[in-house]
């Protein structure tokens, strides 16, 4: 397997980010063409808010490894489990969902995961486990900032981790990049039965501006030890949406795939 087939896209919907979070051009390219430009072989969808064509993606991306959809609905919407099975019938490289935002705090000042019963994850995981299609997996995303800070608060959370199949460790701010070799060893601690990924931001969301190619380029090297030790089993590259535009970050990040994207591993 070669190191590419291990890279994630998080893709939005074509435009979603013009004129946000400091970026005033406007982005054309789609999930899967975002995909093909930085040379990697799986991504997550994750609408957004934007009402979407679900089967028209998933027709653009029938020639990648894996798609997984982003379903933290499922507390208002149970069915959205039976709806992803569903969608995998039809296209046989969809493999898994995964929980955006999962740790974030609501409107009401509480954290959205108390909003979903324990119960219910269970439930939805042996749905995705044994149906009638294959097995999928879940994933659930988690920020640095969001543990390793109190310990009473890690352990109430550890429970609803520990329903996942895999989590997936995002810096939000670039400046809390230096942070990133501490925060994995607490990381891998909380997940010693967990499945890990990492993800990596080209524009810096945290704190509205570009990212930096020097940040980038370490986070990719950094990770990709961490892969070759068989401690992550992939990266996950954040988004589509400004991949177009000129930023240096994204420049730096497929010069670093077409320097290492086709070593075995």
């Given at each position: 397997?070669?190191?590419?087939?291990?890279?994630?896209?998080?893709?939005?919907?074509?435009?979603?980010?013009?004129?946000?979070?400091?970026?005033?051009?406007?982005?054309?390219?789609?999930?899967m063409e975002g995909c093909l430009y930085l040379g990697v072989r799986n991504t997550f969808m994750v609408p957004v808010g934007v009402d979407v064509n679900r089967r028209q993606?998933?027709?653009?991306?029938?020639?990648?490894?894996?798609?997984?959809?982003?379903?933290?609905?499922?507390?208002?919407?149970?069915?959205?489990?039976?709806?992803?099975?569903?969608?995998?019938?039809?296209?046989?490289?969809?493999?898994?969902?995964?929980?955006?935002?999962?740790?974030?705090?609501?409107?009401?000042?509480?954290?959205?995961?108390?909003?979903?019963?324990?119960?219910?994850?269970?439930?939805?995981?042996?749905?995705?486990?044994?149906?009638?299609?294959?097995?999928?997996?879940?994933?659930m995303v988690l920020y640095t900032f969001q543990f390793g800070l109190d310990e009473k608060e890690d352990a109430d959370f550890q429970p609803y981790m520990d329903e996942f199949d895999g989590v997936i460790m995002w810096t939000w701010k670039e400046c809390d990049v230096p942070l990133i070799p501490?925060?994995?060893?607490?990381?891998?601690?909380?997940?010693?039965?967990?499945?890990?990924?990492?993800?990596?931001?080209?524009?810096?969301?945290?704190?509205?501006?570009?990212?930096?190619?020097?940040?980038?380029?370490?986070?990719?090297?950094?990770?990709?030890?961490?892969?070759?030790?068989?401690?992550?089993?992939?990266?996950?590259?954040?988004?589509?949406?400004?991949?177009?535009?000129?930023?240096?970050?994204?420049?730096?990040?497929?010069?670093?795939?077409?320097?290492?994207?086709?070593?075995?591993?």
């Amino acid at each position: 397997m070669k190191l590419r087939d291990k890279f994630w896209l998080w893709g939005h919907p074509e435009g979603r980010y013009n004129h946000e979070y400091g970026n005033e051009k406007e982005s054309r390219m789609t999930p899967m063409e975002g995909c093909l430009y930085l040379g990697v072989r799986n991504t997550f969808m994750v609408p957004v808010g934007v009402d979407v064509n679900r089967r028209q993606y998933n027709k653009s991306f029938t020639t990648l490894r894996n798609v997984g959809w982003e379903c933290f609905g499922m507390h208002q919407r149970p069915e959205i489990i039976d709806e992803a099975i569903a969608e995998a019938k039809d296209f046989p490289n969809i493999s898994c969902v995964v929980f955006d935002d999962f740790k974030s705090v609501a409107k009401d000042g509480q954290p959205r995961y108390k909003s979903v019963p324990i119960e219910m994850l269970r439930d939805a995981n042996k749905k995705l486990h044994n149906n009638d299609v294959r097995r999928m997996d879940s994933w659930m995303v988690l920020y640095t900032f969001q543990f390793g800070l109190d310990e009473k608060e890690d352990a109430d959370f550890q429970p609803y981790m520990d329903e996942f199949d895999g989590v997936i460790m995002w810096t939000w701010k670039e400046c809390d990049v230096p942070l990133i070799p501490e925060k994995f060893e607490i990381f891998k601690k909380n997940t010693p039965n967990t499945r890990r990924m990492v993800g990596c931001y080209l524009w810096n969301f945290g704190e509205s501006k570009e990212a930096t190619g020097e940040a980038v380029k370490w986070q990719l090297d950094f990770y990709r030890e961490l892969m070759l030790k068989c401690e992550i089993e992939g990266v996950v590259l954040h988004t589509n949406t400004m991949a177009d535009l000129d930023y240096e970050a994204y420049d730096v990040a497929v010069a670093w795939m077409n320097e290492h994207g086709d070593e075995e591993i």
